[in-house]
Nanobody, 120 residues
């Protein structure tokens, strides 16, 4: 059974930092793109960042560019999201996603999410 388990969420003051982790089990994602998405209350789920299997290509939503950094450790089957200069608009449930093997760009695997709450 494939599982993606996020951790590292919590309550942080505006301007603060958090580091999210996503540990995968049940299969390796070392040859797959991994990504982070988020969903704020009352809003649709949105893309945050993605990283190619080698780490050579990283993409970010405009809203997080320069503040968030995605990385991965294929030996640990884990992907990270370093979040700095957090603001109230970053409050959301953050989901880790793994690309499937059939269609590029389709994320077939999802974690359960971790809550990030930014306070004033």
């Amino acid at each position: 059974q494939v599982q993606l388990v996020e951790s590292g969420g919590g309550l942080v003051q505006a301007g603060g930092s958090l580091r999210l982790s996503c540990a995968a089990s049940g299969r390796t994602f070392s040859r797959n793109t991994m990504a982070w998405f988020r969903q704020a209350p009352g809003k649709d789920r949105e893309f945050v960042a993605s990283i190619s299997w080698s780490g050579g290509t990283r993409n970010y939503a405009d809203s997080v560019k320069g503040r968030f950094s995605i990385s991965r450790d294929n030996a640990k089957n884990t992907v990270y999201l370093e979040m700095n200069s957090l603001n109230l608009e970053d409050t959301a449930v953050y989901y880790c996603a793994g690309e499937g093997d059939v269609v590029i760009g389709v994320y077939d695997y999802w974690g359960q999410g971790t809550q990030v709450t930014v306070s004033q």
